[in-house]
């Protein structure tokens, strides 16, 4: 017994060994955006364990707390379009008819079938042509469930692949007496994410707990400002004092194509400027919107605006990208 111990004690220690990094960040990396979500559904074990063959330098995890405090691993607050909830807890919706993650147990929680995002009115899947709604075994999890999953994986293939979760609706879960940054601050440190120097980012679009969890929680992670709308850009300086880079929507780099070729904003100088890296948000090959191709939107956001890293729903495909690049 003792020395079955001293394995398994050699083993988590190796373990979180190989989980420190001082060198992600001086290369452009590449996010797997809720997993491999171009191919499986969003925020799935499968989908994480398909993102991690796919050798991307992190794969993300959205925070949102259970009822009984454990941190899901799921994108909204709402359980109603990636899920059966509907069907299985009709009477548990709030009055506005959505149905909350808060508002179950973990154990209720992984009775859910996960599937691929859908409209809760209509039904119609998100991304027509993914991986088909309703079809499979898919169940949620929890924050501890996919970091075990990672670092295990990271253990038997000797790679080094980092987590990159969110802080979820900051408010929204102090509004409900609940304390989601405090529990997942201390979940990653128990696992061994306390540091700069270990492989994880975390990430949070509010920018007053972001700067909380550094000056008052006093977090040495890699911190990340989250950006939604264009007018938080005038503020990098003052996201400098706490953060280490930003994510801005990919579209707040575009300025507009002259002749054929792209002219940028002057956010990623700006950010470059100020010491901060740039991840932007999300880069889906199956929605191009202002590009003729994937690879011309990889090369003109990673290449020539140079951008630091990207968020993508298709992994592999930015790993190739930047494969042919080195």
């Known amino acids: ?33 809720r997993g491999a979500s171009g191919y499986l559904p969003e925020h799935t074990m499968e989908s994480k ?8 330098d992190f794969i993300e995890q959205d925070l949102v707390l259970s009822k009984d405090d454990v941190p899901i691993v799921i994108h909204d607050i709402y359980l109603d379009d990636v899920t059966d909830v509907a069907t299985k807890f009709p009477t548990r919706k709030r009055e506005d008819n959505r149905y909350y993650v808060i508002d179950f147990t973990f154990k209720e929680l992984q009775t859910l079938a996960v599937s691929e995002r859908f409209n ?22 929890s924050l501890q469930q996919e970091i075990e999953l990672i670092q ?16 979820k609706a900051p408010k929204f879960h102090q509004n409900e007496g609940k ?11 128990d696992y061994g994410y306390k540091t700069k120097n270990d492989a994880c980012i975390l990430q949070c679009f509010d920018a007053k707990e972001l700067e909380r969890i550094r000056k008052e929680l006093h977090s040495e992670l890699f911190l990340v400002q989250l950006i939604e709308f264009p007018e938080a850009l005038k503020n990098l300086a003052h996201f400098a004092t706490y953060a280490d880079g930003i994510g801005p929507w990919y579209k707040q780099i575009l300025k507009q194509k002259l002749d054929g070729e792209w002219q940028f904003t002057s956010v990623v100088a700006d950010a470059h400027a100020l010491g901060l890296k740039l991840h932007p948000y999300t880069f889906r090959a199956d929605q191009l919107e202002d590009f003729s191709s ?13 951008i630091d890293g990207a968020f993508t729903d298709f992994p592999d495909l930015v790993v190739k990208f930047l494969d042919t690049q080195k």
């Open 152 to 167: 295990g994986l990271n253990t038997t293939t000797q790679k080094n692949i980092g987590i990159y979760p969110e802080i």
């Open 120 to 141: 809760p009115a209509t039904g119609e899947q998100f991304y027509p042509n993914r991986y088909p709604k309703g079809k499979g075994n898919f169940k949620l999890h």
């Open 49 to 56: 364990a398909m993102a991690f063959a796919m050798n991307p």
């Open 1 to 33: 017994m003792k020395s079955i111990l001293l394995f398994l004690i050699g083993l988590q220690l190796f373990s979180c060994d190989k989980m420190k990094t001082k060198d992600k960040m001086d290369k452009k990396i590449v996010i797997a955006h």
């Open 179 to 189: 304390n989601l940054t405090e529990i997942v601050l201390k979940v990653l440190a």
């Open 294 to 306: 994937f690879e011309e939107m990889l090369q003109t956001l990673l290449i020539d605006a140079n």
